[in-house]
């Protein structure tokens, strides 16, 4: 079964980046069959598709935060991660890791969540 | 992009049905039939309910159904049943392996 587990800082100063980690058990995140990205979600507000990460190394991302966010991934440890730069409170969020099939457009493998807090 | 428009809030009786929109652009929901939704319940990660405009995953009850017309989808919950009180999130492929989200939309079970 596969499983995503988001880690990293709970708390992050204005300015400052943000920086988090999916790990993956029960899957690849090598195989060619996936992309693997992340998604926010400000307390009490809806959901928004940060970027994704292909095997290939190619990278896609929300044109609204393409400025910031990086997406990267460690093949050996199985894992993927966020960068999101100059982060503010309004960068205040659950953040999510999300599966998407190739070929497919919709996620259907969730981290659990991890919420991460801008604030001096 | 801008993230697409859904009502802030449906209800229904146990036992009726509630629809709830999704209004994008021809350049989102009316440009691909990509249309997927999903469901959150309080504190929990999303779940996908609906993909492909109107596919089912597996284990999803087949109360659940989804639509689309031009730039706007739809998910229509039929025989309402307590447990599908949440909120619920539509997305579309945007191209370019863009996405968009809806701004969601929390239906309450009477």
């Known amino acids: 079964q596969l499983?995503?587990?988001?880690?990293?800082?709970?708390?992050?100063?204005?300015?400052?980046?943000l920086s988090l980690t999916c790990t993956v058990s029960g899957g690849s995140i090598s195989s060619s069959s996936y992309y693997w990205g992340w998604i926010r979600q400000p307390p009490g507000k809806g959901?928004?598709?940060?970027?994704?990460?292909?095997?290939s190394g190619s990278t896609f991302y929300s044109p609204s935060l393409k400025s910031r966010v990086t997406i990267?991934?460690?093949?050996?440890?199985n894992q993927f991660s966020l960068?999101?730069?100059?982060?503010?409170?309004?960068?205040?969020?659950?953040?999510?890791?999300?599966?998407?099939?190739?070929?497919?457009?919709?996620?259907?493998?969730?981290?659990?969540?991890t919420l991460v807090t801008v604030s001096s | 992009?801008?993230?697409?428009?859904?009502?802030?809030?449906?209800?229904?009786?146990?036992?009726?049905?509630?629809?709830?929109?999704?209004?994008?652009?021809?350049?989102?929901?009316?440009?691909?039939n990509y249309v997927s939704w999903y469901q959150q319940h309080p504190d929990k990660?999303?779940?996908?309910?609906?993909?492909?405009?109107?596919?089912?995953?597996s284990g999803v009850p087949d109360r659940f159904s989804g639509s689309k017309s031009g730039n706007t989808a739809s998910l229509t919950v039929s025989g309402l049943q307590a447990e599908d009180e949440a909120d619920y999130y539509c997305s579309s492929y945007a191209g370019s392996n863009n996405f968009v989200f809806g701004i969601g939309t929390k239906v309450t079970v009477l």
């Open chain 1, 3 to 17: 499983q995503l587990q988001e880690s990293g800082p709970g708390l992050v100063k204005p300015s400052e980046t």
């Open chain 1, 47 to 55: 959901l928004e598709w940060i970027g994704s990460i292909y095997y």
């Open chain 1, 72 to 77: 990267s991934a460690d093949t050996s440890k």
């Open chain 1, 83 to 113: 960068k999101l730069s100059s982060v503010t409170a309004a960068d205040t969020a659950v953040y999510y890791c999300a599966r998407r099939d190739w070929g497919k457009y919709f996620f259907d493998y969730w981290g659990q969540g």
């Open chain 2, 1 to 32: 992009q801008s993230a697409l428009t859904q009502p802030p809030s449906a209800s229904g009786s146990p036992g009726q049905s509630v629809t709830i929109s999704c209004t994008g652009t021809s350049s989102d929901v009316g440009g691909y």
């Open chain 2, 45 to 57: 990660a999303p779940k996908l309910m609906i993909y492909d405009v109107s596919k089912r995953p």
